[in-house]
Every structure is written in C-alpha cells, then in structure tokens.
T-cell receptor, first 115, second 115 residues
Framework: AQSVTQPDIHITVSEGASLELRCNYS??????LFWYVQSPGQGLQLLLK??????LVQGIKGFEAEFKRSQSSFNLRKPSVHWSDAAEYFC?????????????FGKGTTLSVSS | DGGITQSPKYLFRKEGQNVTLSCEQN?????MYWYRQDPGQGLRLIYY???????QKGDIAEGYSVSREKKESFPLTVTSAQKNPTAFYLC??????????????FGDGTRLSIL
C-alpha cells in the first residue's frame, strides 16, 4: 500500500535561512508527488507537483523539490525563508491511473519562522 | 474565478443530531473528495466521487454519508453515528485519476464542533 512519511513534526527556521522539509514515500511504480501548504484555518494550496521528467521541480513562492527515486524521497526546499512561510506543509502521493484512488497525505510538518 | 466553496465555515452539532456540510465547485471537475483533518493526523479520506451519482467509501467512512446528484455539488452529512465528529473538514476536487494524476484543489474547510 502507498504511504507517505514526513519525519519532522515541527521545524523552526530563522528568517532568511534555508529550509528543507523531508518527505519519503512508499509506492511500487512511478509516483505522482505533490507538496501542499496550509495556513491556519484554511484549505490546502498546491506548491508544486512531480509527474515525470526533470527531477528538480520548481513551484510557487520560491519553493522547489527534488525527486530521488533511489531514496524514495521528495524533499521540499527554499533558499531563504520569509516569515510568511510559517504554515503547515503536506507531502502527498497519487497512485497513477488505478481506479478508486485519491491522494495519500503525510501527517504534515509545521514550520515556524523566528526573527 | 473558479474554485471550491465550503459552507458554513463553522458549524456546531448537538448530541444525536445530523448535520450537513456543503461543498460546491465551479471548476468543471468530475472528481470530488471529502477529508477529515485532526491535529497531528494529516488528512484522512472519508468519501470520494469520480462521477455524478456514484461515490465510494474512503478510509474512515463510518458515521458519514454523501450524495452526488450534481457535478458541482458533493454534500457531506455527519450522522449521529459518528461519535467523535469534532474536526476540520476539507472538500477537494480534481480531474479523475483515470485521466492522469492531477492535483486536487481544496476549499477553505468547515470546522465542526460538538455543543
């Protein structure tokens, strides 16, 4: 069965410092991978997605993620964090064209930004 | 602008009462989903529908019911059988998985609490 693990429940980063949020997935075939961000009391906003091709994908708000098949990882990065990036981040995997699928979400990583 | 509208934003339920959460989308998406979000648990799938008049149970369907009479609407009823309904409920929509894994678009959620 597919699964997603986000090892870090909570991360604190200084404003202006770099950020990396970890995501590991379990899936037998080529996965479809997503990162979403959620501000308190709001829905989820798509940051970026990976379907195929270039393993380094660019997203909105200056985020990027790298797909590493050998490590079953899809880590999210940002070179310089802004205070407005404080939010909860979710990694998700889609199971391709199998019938009856929806996205499988990790449990999320809460990002705090210190001044 | 196209999007997903969930209403109400806050909802209170008395013991033994059924309540219905509304979800409407004007994105012309065929697939719609309901998730439940609890702190530290990520998103868990309640029900999903890939086409009008058809829907399937997700991982935690007990105590919930849905209908899909129109493409634009996918209401969720939280029945009295759901013993722990206090949570944040998120509705999402997408192109069906069978047409390629497309990202899901989310509404802003409904927070349900027990009186």
């Amino acid at each position: 069965a597919q699964s997603v693990t986000q090892p870090d429940i909570h991360i604190t980063v200084s404003e202006g410092a770099s950020l990396e949020l970890r995501c590991n997935y379990s899936y037998g075939a080529t996965p479809y991978l997503f990162w979403y961000v959620q501000s308190p009391g709001q829905g989820l906003q798509l940051l970026l997605k990976y379907f195929s091709g270039d393993t380094l994908v660019q997203g909105i708000k200056g985020f990027e993620a790298e797909f590493k098949r050998s490590q079953s990882s899809f880590n999210l990065r940002k070179p310089s964090v802004h205070w407005s990036d404080a939010a909860e981040y979710f990694c998700a995997v889609g199971a391709g064209n199998q019938a009856g699928t929806a996205l499988i979400f990790g449990k999320g990583t809460t990002l705090s930004v210190s001044s | 602008d196209g999007g997903i509208t969930q209403s109400p934003k806050y909802l209170f339920r008395k013991e033994g009462q059924n309540v219905t959460l509304s979800c409407e989308q004007n994105l012309n998406h065929d697939a719609m989903y309901w998730y439940r979000q609890d702190p530290g648990q990520g998103l868990r799938l309640i029900y999903y529908s890939q086409i009008v008049n058809d829907f399937q149970k997700g991982d935690i369907a007990e105590g919930y019911s849905v209908s899909r009479e129109k493409k634009e609407s996918f209401p969720l009823t939280v029945t009295s059988a759901q013993k722990n309904p206090t949570a944040f409920y998120l509705c999402a929509s997408s192109i069906p998985p069978g047409m390629g894994n497309q990202p899901q678009h989310f509404g802003d959620g409904t927070r349900l609490s027990i009186l």
